[in-house]
């Protein structure tokens, strides 16, 4: 998952750790307050763009401030004799007041953006529509279009080295083939209104929708830039051109094995392609497939027990073991900072990427990963 490094939260930090070195030492402190370590803490993470943890760190600092401050406070009241080493209350509270409301600010404002990053584009486009009233009129579809299209180029840079050759034909990003068929229209309004106006394309969507979608976004995103075409000659079009992709050679036995390469996965299909225009006529096509089945086949890699362990981490509900199963399976995790309100990213061994942002969410996905696993290896759970 994308993660903004917040520089200016990183500038303020370091200039308000340093003064509080030059403060301490100015004061005879030998040694650094637990706030000027935490301070050091948030510069770290704000490099990182790690705003869970900042938010947890300003969080435990800004209680434990709160109640040493009203605890000492009481005490400097009652035994006028400590006024020496703390000053008198007031200078006490007022020395310790000011970086407790610095914490509690900065815990409203790390959540308050933590909230942005999950809602992705979305909030930036109804920041961008509230802004915009002021000075001129409501946004049109194609505006709306453009921000889409901005979210989409950036999840189709993210995930580009997983695409298959037709997706990167196609030119779309992969986690949109997770979007269900009947809502792709909505990332191409033009096409939209020509499906919900025109009953001749309304007949060729249905039917388009029937197929895998592949042909569903590349239909709608022909239709998006020719309104007025054709859709049954559209739709012929794009069958031919899918044919022909996924079936590219003239030797029939190449093309069977392609086809069984690619019902292993993205990575296989690669594979077959490459090794098979290196050395076609001199090595056969059966011989790369057995190959290439050998190297990426999931059942090479998800022997039963893995799975049946993984079955029983995640019902037990085990974070760890659960985690550490996943791996075993062939999942490929990038932990940034979950256990502190930060996200799991899991890329799938069928070449699916899940963000993850709470555990019950995890345990669920893990669960239907075991069936899906299960079904593809004739595994009883």
Same mark, same amino acid.
Request: with cysteine.
């Given at each position: 998952? #994308?993660?903004?490094?917040?520089?200016?939260?990183a500038?303020?930090?370091?200039?308000w750790?340093?003064?509080?070195l030059?403060?301490?030492?100015?004061?005879g402190?030998t040694?650094n307050?637990?706030?000027?370590?935490?301070?050091?803490?948030?510069?770290i993470?704000a490099?990182s763009g790690?705003l869970?943890?900042i938010?947890?760190?300003?969080?435990?600092?800004?209680i434990?401030?709160?109640?040493?401050?009203i605890a000492v406070?009481?005490?400097?009241?009652?035994d006028?004799?400590?006024q020496g080493?703390?000053?008198t209350?007031?200078?006490?509270?007022?020395?310790?007041?000011?970086?407790?409301v610095?914490?509690i600010?900065?815990f409203?404002?790390?959540t308050?953006?933590?909230?942005?990053?999950?809602?992705?584009?979305?909030?930036?486009?109804?920041?961008?529509?509230?802004?915009d009233?002021k000075?001129?009129?409501a946004?049109?579809r194609?505006d709306i279009?453009? *921000?889409?299209?901005?979210? /989409?180029a950036y999840?189709?840079?993210?995930l580009e080295n997983?695409k298959?050759?037709l997706?990167?034909l196609?030119?779309?990003?992969e986690?949109?083939?997770?979007?269900?068929?009947?809502?792709?229209s909505?990332?191409?309004?033009?096409?939209?209104?020509?499906v919900?106006?025109?009953?001749?394309?309304?007949?060729v969507?249905d039917e388009?929708?029937?197929? /895998?979608e592949?042909?569903?976004?590349?239909?709608m995103?022909?239709?998006?830039?020719d309104?007025?075409?054709?859709?049954?000659a559209l739709f012929?079009?794009?069958?031919?051109?899918i044919?022909?992709d996924q079936?590219? #050679?003239d030797?029939?036995?190449a093309?069977?094995?392609?086809?069984?390469?690619r /019902?292993?996965?993205?990575e296989?299909?690669?594979?077959?392609r490459?090794?098979y225009?290196?050395l076609?006529?001199?090595?056969p096509?059966?011989?790369?497939?057995?190959k290439?089945?050998e190297?990426? *086949?999931l059942?090479? /890699?998800?022997?039963p027990s893995k799975?049946?362990h993984?079955?029983s981490?995640?019902?037990?509900?085990d974070?760890g073991?659960?985690l550490t199963?996943l791996?075993?399976?062939?999942?490929?995790v990038t *932990?940034?900072?979950?256990s502190?309100?930060?996200?799991?990213?899991?890329?799938?061994p069928y070449?699916?990427l899940?963000?993850i942002?709470?555990?019950?969410?995890?345990?669920?996905?893990a669960?239907?990963?075991v069936?899906?696993l299960?079904?593809?290896n004739?595994?009883?759970?």
């Amino acid at each position: 998952m #994308y993660k903004k490094r917040q520089w200016g939260l990183a500038i303020f930090s370091t200039f308000w750790l340093l003064t509080s070195l030059v403060v301490n030492s100015a004061a005879g402190q030998t040694s650094n307050s637990v706030g000027t370590a935490a301070w050091f803490l948030v510069i770290i993470y704000a490099i990182s763009g790690n705003l869970g943890a900042i938010a947890n760190i300003a969080k435990l600092v800004s209680i434990l401030q709160a109640v040493v401050g009203i605890a000492v406070t009481v005490w400097l009241a009652n035994d006028p004799s400590m006024q020496g080493y703390f000053g008198t209350p007031f200078e006490f509270i007022f020395a310790i007041g000011i970086p407790t409301v610095l914490w509690i600010i900065l815990f409203y404002w790390a959540t308050a953006k933590m909230d942005q990053q999950k809602k992705l584009g979305s909030t930036t486009l109804e920041n961008k529509i509230g802004s915009d009233k002021k000075n001129k009129a409501a946004p049109t579809r194609d505006d709306i279009n453009k *921000d889409k299209l901005t979210e /989409s180029a950036y999840l189709q840079n993210q995930l580009e080295n997983t695409k298959s050759p037709l997706e990167n034909l196609i030119e779309i990003p992969e986690e949109l083939s997770s979007i269900p068929q009947a809502e792709a229209s909505s990332l191409y309004p033009k096409a939209e209104l020509v499906v919900e106006y025109s009953s001749l394309a309304a007949s060729v969507w249905d039917e388009v929708k029937k197929e /895998s979608e592949v042909y569903s976004q590349k239909f709608m995103q022909a239709l998006e830039l020719d309104p007025k075409c054709d859709p049954r000659a559209l739709f012929e079009s794009i069958k031919n051109e899918i044919s022909s992709d996924q079936n590219p #050679y003239d030797d029939l036995d190449a093309n069977k094995f392609l086809e069984m390469c690619r /019902s292993i996965g993205n990575e296989a299909e690669v594979e077959f392609r490459n090794v098979y225009e290196l050395l076609s006529g001199t090595v056969p096509a059966e011989e790369i497939y057995e190959k290439v089945f050998e190297k990426f *086949d999931l059942r090479s /890699s998800t022997a039963p027990s893995k799975i049946r362990h993984l079955h029983s981490m995640s019902t037990r509900k085990d974070f760890g073991a659960t985690l550490t199963a996943l791996k075993d399976v062939g999942c490929k995790v990038t *932990d940034d900072g979950f256990s502190y309100g930060g996200t799991l990213s899991i890329f799938t061994p069928y070449n699916t990427l899940k963000v993850i942002y709470e555990r019950d969410s995890f345990y669920l996905f893990a669960l239907g990963l075991v069936k899906k696993l299960a079904e593809h290896n004739n595994v009883k759970l």
